[in-house]
């Protein structure tokens, strides 16, 4: 199944235009009461590199989360291509879609070669990731992923505390990267790092996950790297979304109302706009 | 505060009318307070003051202050019993039955002495002196050997011991671990063992099992594991619920299942202390095998126990050298480990 679905996504179906990542109606409500997500519908085209704009608390790590079911939904609809998300479909989902995490989520004794092979532990055999043991193709292919995210071989070995907080989201991408998913999900991949650093790692990004056919959901928040980067942008405020366009429509006063909440839209008008 | 800021519609209060709290305040005071009134009513019952009287004499004893004193005597004569260390076998000729004396075993010697001994003579009702000439075999080393042979085997009992908790505390840190046990009651479950065996005293579990198993070394090291696997059981599993929750997070976005995040994202964080506790336990071990021996399981410890009983101190002292060299050898190569573990 995964080798298919690899395939697909490197060579393409004839389906593009059609949504890889569907979102209809999503509605989360925290235990406290707060409504992270309230009522986003959207979709995202099969290789796009989608990023999702928006102030402190509006739901964009909500919404990600949400794709690979690290939060439940309250009510609403993700579909993954045909696959809509249930706890039965989750693991499968969880297999297509890599994630990139702002505090990069490494494990940080372990060394450069073991946090990128780990990668693959839900891939591999039961007894080969009990042992540690990872086959010979996956280890040429860790070799590949660290070189294609511009870290070099003497890295291999070296503790990922021991690098700069840009080298360890690098570490995290080629994680990510490993075993080819379908759909790369990014929280502020960029958040703790500076702007030249940020620019080259989104470029990274961006570059590898067109290589290989995957779909990016990337929230950030500069938006000027977000002109730069994105395909397609969504802007989300108080869990809903109030902008979502290609970066050219992105203008100063999409960018006044998202984050200074002017001209908010209703409920209706936007229900109208995606009837 | 919550409230503070809630009534005044989400503005703060300024900061000259904040309040910081003092580290301590009346109940910190309070709180000394009790604990030094309980400390001062057990040291009652413990009879401290006693003890500070007695060891405060004996130390002015023996640095000239005070003539005698009567834990110093007590002590002191037991201390010198146990010089000089015997470290050679020494046998009876007479009860050796095939001994080839133009062919003694490696090492050997015969060695005669003198023995004096007075009984009274019934018909002439004198006091008769008689000298009477024993013969040893004697083996110069062969105390030592036999001391460093059991001990050898206490170290073995030590090893399974810390195999048997390390094999036990894996599935019992796995469901006692609040983040990875797989419902409320196998967590129960299994902190309830986990307290259990660490709360049953391992001379009194050895007791037991030698009724089962009949004196010797595997009542010895079961004991021992068992008792070893309520420390490594608590303490795995809270190294478990300790560990950094962000890589696990990442694992599981994956599609890893539980055994598959623990592998690659918890044991790497774990591995260093786990060795650190599981080296504590064999440390552990190797004293605990010799105290257990006493009740006959097994190791140094019954010979040790079989020498005191027949006030044969000297080779007490051997046994205890011997147990002390090998805890302080161990101590230096588990520091080692460590270090390069850490490092
Ligand atoms: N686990 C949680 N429990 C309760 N409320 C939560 C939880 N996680 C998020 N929230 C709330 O949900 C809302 C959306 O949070 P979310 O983290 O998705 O925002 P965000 O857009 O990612 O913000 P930021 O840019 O600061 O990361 C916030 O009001 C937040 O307080
Ligand atoms: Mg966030």
């Known amino acids: ?275 | 505060m919550r409230e503070a800021i809630l009534q005044t519609g989400g503005h703060p209060r300024p900061a000259s009318e904040w309040h910081l709290r003092a580290p301590y305040d009346w109940r910190a005071a309070l709180a000394v307070l009790l604990i030094a009134t309980a400390l001062f009513w057990s040291g009652q019952r413990m009879e401290v003051g006693k003890m500070l009287n007695l060891t405060g004499e004996a130390v002015a004893a023996g640095v000239g202050l005070k003539d005698e004193s009567q834990v110093g005597k007590g002590l002191g004569r037991m201390i010198g019993a146990l010089f000089p260390f015997v470290i050679e076998d020494r046998r009876e000729l007479a009860r050796i039955t095939d001994l080839d004396r133009d062919a003694l075993p490696m090492f050997t010697r015969i060695e005669a002495t003198e023995v004096t001994t007075y009984h009274l003579n019934a018909d002439t009702l004198q006091v008769e002196q008689q000298v009477e000439v024993k013969e040893y075999l004697v083996h110069p080393f062969g105390y030592l050997t036999k001391v460093l042979s059991k001990m050898v085997e206490t170290f073995e009992i030590a090893i399974w011991a810390t195999i048997i908790s390390v094999l036990l505390s894996i599935p019992l840190a796995f469901f006692g671990a609040r983040n990875y046990t797989p419902n409320r009651f196998a967590y129960s479950a299994s902190r309830g063992v986990v307290s259990f065996l660490r709360s049953m005293p391992e001379l009194i579990i050895a007791m037991f099992l030698v009724l089962g198993f009949g004196f010797g070394a595997i009542a010895g090291y079961l004991a021992l594991g068992l008792h070893g696997a309520g420390f490594l059981g608590k303490f795995y599993a809270e190294d478990i619920e300790a560990a950094d929750r962000k890589p696990q997070e990442a694992l599981t976005a994956l599609g890893a299942g539980k055994l598959r995040v623990l592998r690659a994202a918890v044991l790497p964080q774990v591995a260093p202390s786990y060795v650190a506790y599981t080296l504590y336990i064999l440390d552990r071990n190797v004293r605990m095998a010799a105290v257990i021996g006493l009740v006959g399981a097994g190791g140094i410890g019954q010979e040790l126990k079989g020498r005191y009983d027949t006030f044969e101190y000297g080779h007490v002292g051997t046994i205890l050298l011997v147990i002390f060299l090998t805890v302080f050898v161990l101590d230096q190569v588990s520091a080692r480990v460590r270090a390069r573990l850490i490092g």
């Open chain 1, 1 to 275: 199944m995964a080798a298919a679905a690899i395939l697909q996504a490197a060579l393409g179906t004839g389906r593009e235009g059609q949504p890889h990542l569907s979102f209809r109606d999503l509605r989360k409500v925290y235990a406290d009461g707060v409504a992270a997500l309230d009522g986003v519908s959207a979709h995202v085209a099969r290789g796009e590199f989608c990023v999702v704009l928006g102030p402190s608390g509006s739901g964009k790590s909500t919404l990600l989360r949400v794709v690979n079911g690290l939060t439940d939904l309250t009510s609403g609809q993700m579909m993954l291509g045909d696959t809509a998300l249930s706890p039965k479909s989750l693991r499968g989902i969880r297999r297509r879609v890599a994630m990139v995490h702002q505090q990069f989520n490494l494990v940080e004794r372990a060394s450069v070669a073991a946090n990128v092979l780990a990668g693959a532990v839900a891939e591999v055999a039961g007894w080969r990731a009990m042992l540690g043991w990872y086959p010979p193709e996956l280890r040429t292919r860790v070799c590949e992923v660290v070189a294609r995210v511009g870290l070099d071989e003497i890295h291999l070995p070296r503790r990922a505390a021991a690098l700069s907080g840009g080298q360890q989201q690098r570490v995290g991408i080629a994680r990510a990267l490993l075993v080819r998913p379908e759909v790369i999900l990014a929280d502020e991949p960029v958040a703790s790092l500076d702007p030249a650093i940020s620019r080259e790692v989104l470029g990274l990004l961006r570059e590898a996950a067109r290589e290989q056919g995957a779909t990016v959901l990337c929230s950030l928040h500069q938006t000027d790297l977000a002109r730069e980067f994105a395909d397609r942008i969504i802007g989300m405020r108080k869990g809903r979304v109030v902008f979502d366009g290609k970066p050219a429509l992105f203008d100063d006063r999409a960018e006044a109302e998202l984050y200074e909440g002017l001209a908010v839209p209703s409920p209706e008008t936007k229900e109208k706009a995606y009837a």
